[in-house]
């Protein structure tokens, strides 16, 4: 039975749900890039996103009930923490790079390169989505880690 959306609560594992969505939404943004910009940056920006939802996974799947596993799973969420954080810059690099020359950023069904205007509008909207989402996974790391500790307190 569904619950309605104003009665849920939040996820305890809603950090996994969103290191998820990023590393979706970075290979569909990638995937559209024009490879003169993708094949520089794309493994790289991918590593990270892969990065993101390893640590993520692994820190859900270890249960702090001692003293190691709660460290183990505290080294995960940090190393989560410094991925997304690097995706963030390497994403932040990526755009800067590709607004200098916008239209050469895109190309359509057809090869052909996408007009500044829907090129800029296009990358921002894809930048803001994806921005939103790894500030969001931080703060939901951190969330995390913090009621760790304060239960171990």
Same mark, same amino acid.
């Given at each position: 039975?569904?619950?309605l959306k104003?009665?849920q *609560?939040?996820?305890?594992?809603?950090?996994? *749900?969103?290191?998820n969505?990023?590393?979706?939404?970075?290979? =569909?943004f990638?995937?559209?890039?024009?490879?003169?910009? %993708?094949?520089?940056?794309?493994?790289?920006?991918?590593?990270?996103?892969?990065?993101?939802?390893?640590?993520c996974e692994?820190?859900?799947?270890?249960?702090?009930?001692?003293?190691?596993? &709660?460290?183990?799973r505290?080294?995960?969420?940090?190393?989560?923490? %410094?991925?997304?954080? &690097?995706?963030?810059?390497?994403?932040?690099?990526?755009? *800067?790079? /590709?607004?200098k020359?916008? =239209?050469?950023?895109?190309?359509?069904? +057809? %090869? +052909?390169?996408?007009? &500044?205007?829907?090129?800029? +509008?296009r990358?921002?909207? /894809?930048? =803001?989505?994806?921005?939103e989402?790894?500030?969001?996974?931080? *703060?939901?790391? +951190?969330?995390?880690?913090d009621?760790?500790?304060?239960?171990?307190?």
């Amino acid at each position: 039975m569904s619950v309605l959306k104003s009665k849920q *609560n939040l996820s305890r594992a809603e950090f996994v *749900n969103v290191a998820n969505e990023i590393f979706t939404e970075t290979y =569909q943004f990638l995937s559209r890039v024009s490879a003169r910009y %993708g094949r520089l940056l794309a493994p790289e920006i991918c590593a990270r996103a892969s990065d993101v939802i390893d640590h993520c996974e692994m820190a859900n799947k270890v249960l702090p009930t001692d003293k190691v596993k &709660a460290e183990y799973r505290e080294r995960h969420l940090l190393e989560a923490l %410094g991925a997304v954080s &690097a995706l963030d810059v390497k994403m932040a690099h990526l755009y *800067n790079i /590709m607004m200098k020359n916008p =239209q050469g950023c895109f190309t359509d069904t +057809k %090869g +052909k390169t996408l007009e &500044a205007s829907r090129a800029t +509008k296009r990358l921002d909207s /894809m930048a =803001q989505s994806l921005g939103e989402k790894i500030d969001r996974e931080m *703060n939901l790391i +951190k969330a995390v880690l913090d009621s760790d500790r304060s239960r171990r307190s």
